[in-house]
T-cell receptor, first 116, second 113 residues
Framework: NAGVMQNPRHLVRRRGQEARLRCSPM?????VYWYRQLPEEGLKFMVY????????ESGMPKERFSAEFPKEGPSILRIQQVVRGDSAAYFC??????????????FGPGTRLTVL | QKEVEQDPGPLSVPEGAIVSLNCTYS??????FMWYRQYSRKGPELLMY????GNKEDGRFTAQVDKSSKYISLFIRDSQPSDSATYLC?????????????FGAGTRLAVHP
């Protein structure tokens, strides 16, 4: 039973390029969350998606960042025109439930983005 | 004031010590409380979760919630070098019809032989 998968694990981009981060949730999970983690800091919520819908993007910068979770295929976090401040670890988590319950989320190994 | 406060440490203890990790929070609506462990350059993994007040034990780990004080703890007995990691507390907020987790900043723990 594969866990949450993310790729690439490491991504290096130059300023101004685009970064695409992919996340495949656990089998049976249709809810995906993206987080950003800066060195020595906690996890900061970015966006919550269900299949073909963005439910909450309150933590995502208004410009340059977008996310999608199509009917088929992985969820994608896209960062356009990257800047050095975008360098961070980006984690995806998935959950089997939306209401009630513990709301437990299961995390992938992360993508470490370095912007040169 | 942050919704969830957690001392970042680092906390350094000798092998075999009892470790106490803590978080405080401000939102009395939180009902589920979780602890995640994150090894260096890895994703967080769920250790355990607790509903409302009380204790929960799993092997060497005990989670404790005191809702009256808005204070949660994770105790690690007989700590091992393999417990060296960052421990993040998280709390479930049910808002807008769905669950959202609010994380503490994480406490770095080092257990030395």
């Amino acid at each position: 039973n594969a866990g949450v998968m993310q790729n690439p694990r490491h991504l290096v981009r130059r300023r101004g390029q685009e970064a695409r981060l992919r996340c495949s949730p656990m089998k049976g999970h249709s809810h995906v969350y993206w987080y950003r983690q800066l060195p020595e800091e906690g996890l900061k919520f970015m966006v919550y998606l269900q299949k073909e819908n963005i439910i909450d993007e309150s933590g995502m910068p208004k410009e340059r960042f977008s996310a999608e979770f199509p009917k088929e295929g992985p969820s994608i976090l896209r960062i356009q025109q990257v800047v050095r401040g975008d360098s961070a670890a980006y984690f995806c988590a998935s959950s089997p439930e939306t209401s009630g319950g513990a709301g437990t989320q299961y995390f992938g190994p992360g993508t470490r983005l370095t912007v040169l | 004031q942050k919704e969830v406060e957690q001392d970042p440490g680092p906390l350094s203890v000798p092998e075999g010590a009892i470790v106490s990790l803590n978080c405080t929070y401000s939102n009395s609506a939180f009902q589920y409380f979780m602890w995640y462990r994150q090894y260096s350059r890895k994703g967080p993994e769920l250790l355990m979760y607790t509903y409302s007040s009380g204790n929960k034990e799993d092997g060497r780990f005990t989670a404790q919630v005191d809702k009256s004080s808005k204070y949660i703890s994770l105790f690690i007995r007989d700590s091992q070098p393999s417990d060296s990691a960052t421990y993040l507390c998280a709390m479930r907020e049910f808002s807008g019809g769905y669950n959202k987790l609010i994380f503490g900043a994480g406490t770095r723990l080092a257990v030395h032989p």
